[in-house]
């Protein structure tokens, strides 16, 4: 488990995070999620202890990051938004320098487990500075599990991966989730649907939500969200915000996506204005706020 208590750190006269408290349990994927500059990548180097905070308490495993340093980095794989690899090693040479440095007992049979698990074993014996942007990416994800850690913390973990490495690795930080402490950082909200058990959002160095997934959107009050798909693009957008309770429409080709008080239904008044017209609905659902659109309303500046 990851405790943080009021956890806080200054640069100069800017507070880039500021007094967060949050907690990540075992067999759990925590989606950690911010706009660049709110502070995602501030709080993972705390919690790893790879900067110190101002203010506040980490604790990993049972072990105060302050107190016991080298306990809690013990129980912690980190790979950083920016993969730190010595590019002129061979990635099993490499593997195998990580190892030495975690002071494993059987090196080589956990190397060639996780290489297995990361999908290297074509590139295993390639020097790093020769692999694609993905590539590297997974040898990060490798020495970042090497010693098999209770808490792995992922900084943008798929970035530059393409489409067949990144179903591989999605279900790879799945697995893993299912009995580790996982702390999943992305900017592709796709991923975090598809990936996350729980959500928390920082904005300006604040805590702004922290809920599990499927309970995110009850952070967006007073919006319904109902979309329709029409046969044809006849539709009149103007008639469909004059229906009682809608407060925007959003349109697309044919499809049209209706945002209304929260808590009142309008399909049944969409439904009669389109029969009136003579407008033909193909599909009309309610849908869930998606995360993408929950992110962009709760970290949305005052400015903007």
């Known amino acids: 488990m990851v405790t943080v208590e009021g956890l806080t750190k200054w640069y100069g006269s800017q507070c880039a995070v500021d007094h967060i408290s949050f907690t990540a349990k075992p067999g759990e994927i925590l989606g950690f999620l911010g706009p660049n500059g709110a502070g995602k990548s501030t709080t993972m ?18 072990f105060d990051t302050r107190e016991n340093a080298m306990e809690s980095r013990s129980k912690i794989g980190y790979l950083p938004e920016h993969n730190p690899l010595y590019k002129d090693m061979y990635v099993k040479e490499f593997l195998a320098f990580a190892a030495g440095i975690h002071r494993l007992d059987a090196p080589a049979t956990r190397i060639a487990k996780v290489i297995e698990m ?5 590139e295993q014996h390639k020097p790093i ?4 942007k993905g590539y590297r990416q997974r040898v990060g994800l490798a020495q970042a599990m090497l010693h098999d850690p209770e808490v792995l913390i ?15 690795i999605r279900a790879l930080i799945r697995d893993l989730g299912k ?3 996982v702390l999943f950082s992305t900017h592709i909200m796709q991923e ?22 499927g309970e995110l959107q009850n952070r967006i ?4 969200l109902i979309t329709v798909r029409f046969l044809e693009k006849n539709y009149v957008v103007q008639e469909l915000k004059g229906i009682t309770g809608v407060q925007r429409v959003e349109t697309k080709d044919n499809e049209v996506k209706i945002y209304a008080d929260a808590g009142r239904d309008v399909r049944p008044d969409v439904f009669r204005l389109c029969a009136g017209k003579g407008w033909v609905i193909l599909e009309m659902a309610q849908e869930k706020l998606s ?7 709760l970290t949305k500046s005052k400015h903007d």
């Open 192 to 213: 975090v649907q598809a990936l996350c058990d729980r959500v928390i959002i920082i904005n300006e160095g604040k805590l702004v939500a922290d809920d599990p997934i």
């Open 154 to 168: 992922l900084d943008e973990p798929t970035s530059g991966l393409d489409m067949n490495q990144l179903a591989d």
């Open 118 to 122: 990361t999908g290297l074993g074509k």
């Open 129 to 132: 500075h020769a692999l694609s």
């Open 221 to 224: 009050k007073g919006e319904n």
């Open 179 to 181: 009995e580790k402490t």
């Open 291 to 297: 995360v993408e659109y929950i992110f962009q309303k």
């Open 45 to 62: 180097k705390m919690i790893t202890s790879y900067i110190g905070q101002d203010e506040g308490k980490v604790q990993v495993c049972g």
